[in-house]
């Protein structure tokens, strides 16, 4: 079965640093985008960033600058830089996997919480 297990957070002071990685099992990895999300307490989860089977990104504007995702398809993981964290970046990260001719995500992680400091 397909298994996306996310590591790498924890908790960091404000301006400071943590990559978070995912790691993708029983799937053909290079047919599938990957998102990172995330849902911080009492909001809707949101799209953070995302990278397609042919490695083109997008970001959402609260991160542009800050945050890079890649992917290293020949160790099926995708993974998250997130550079000078802010409070408001606090919350649960999930990845998700969508076929490459898909519209939605059809396979999520657990989550990992990252926690910003002030």
């Known amino acids: 079965q397909v298994q996306l297990v996310e590591s790498g957070g924890g908790l960091v002071q404000a301006g400071g640093s943590l990559r978070l990685s995912c790691a993708a099992s029983?799937?053909?990895?290079?047919?599938?985008?990957m998102g990172w999300f995330r849902q911080a307490p009492g909001k809707q989860r949101e799209l953070v960033a995302a990278i397609t089977s042919g490695g083109s990104t997008n970001y959402a504007d609260s991160v542009k600058g800050r945050f890079t995702i890649s992917r290293d398809n020949a160790k099926n993981t995708v993974y998250l830089q997130m550079n000078s964290l802010k409070p408001e970046d606090t919350a649960i990260y999930y990845c998700?996997?969508?076929?490459?001719?898909?519209?939605?995500?059809?396979?999520w992680g657990q989550g990992t919480q990252v926690t910003v400091s002030s």
């Open positions: 029983g799937l053909t990895f290079s047919f599938y985008g």
């Open positions: 998700a996997a969508k076929f490459y001719t898909g519209y939605k995500y059809d396979y």
